[in-house]
């Protein structure tokens, strides 16, 4: 199965005060997902929003009729807990949990947010906890982060285990508008090397400019955030985007 071109527009760069409507929009001007920024001031210096937004949202985007298919919540979890808020999430209109890998080094096993325990959580632990709770799995690295600790969560025999997509940021994640690192795109050429079928995100600083690059290293799944909310047609530049990735691989269209 060749994996599929997808544009998933960051909702940082919306308009927050007609969220919903913009939300719509964006997928009725040819957007595959919505990509949804959630940060905690504490695992990046920044504070954005919680599963309350996410709740009113859902109902102005009828969820995806197949996994990954058009509709998907693709929540990027820049958190300190990760594995505190999946349930929330799950219950606010999530489809894809996308949690840092660096997070879940450095977390506990906490499953609710107010509960506290001593349990450390793990990369897999969390991508088998996101599976159980019937949403897809992601995991994304931070651009101090080598590519290479990947390889045994990806390999893993146990299919609960196997994230069904990968971020690579190519920025340092907390905030929009940041310069495209066009030095993160060896890991994305080796992911995609090693894992033909594997949805490959790539997020921060990209725009008709930066994303040949970025499809050409094998990203399939692009984010993209004021290059979509700040354009005069946004239909067109979606467009322009998901033509840039099937025409550097051979990949399906959604």
Sequence with gaps: MPTEAIVAPSILSADFAALGKACSDTIQNGASWLHIDIMDGHFVPNMTFGPPVVTKIRPHVEKPSRPMGTGTFDCHMMIAEPKKWVK???????????????????????????????????????????????????????????????????????????????????????????SFMPSELPKVKALRQKYPDLAIEVDGGLSEKTVGQAAE????????????????????????????????????TL
């Design 88 to 178: 929330e999430f799950k219950h606010a209109g999530c489809d894809l949990y996308c949690f840092h890998y660096e997070a879940a080094m450095d977390s506990t096993a906490s499953e609710e947010p107010a509960e506290h325990s001593e349990k450390r959580t793990s990369p897999k632990e969390m991508i088998r906890f996101i599976h159980s709770q019937g949403m897809l799995a992601g995991i994304a690295i931070k651009p101090s982060t080598p590519v290479d600790v990947l390889w045994d969560i990806l390999d893993s025999h146990v299919k609960e285990e196997v994230p069904e997509m990968v971020l690579v940021m190519t920025v340092e994640p907390g905030f929009g508008g940041q």
């Design 217 to 252: 290293a094998g990203a399939n799944v692009i984010v993209a955030g004021s290059a979509v909310f700040g354009a005069k047609d946004p239909s067109d530049v979606i467009l322009k985007l998901k033509t840039a990735v099937e025409s550097k691989s051979s990949v399906a």
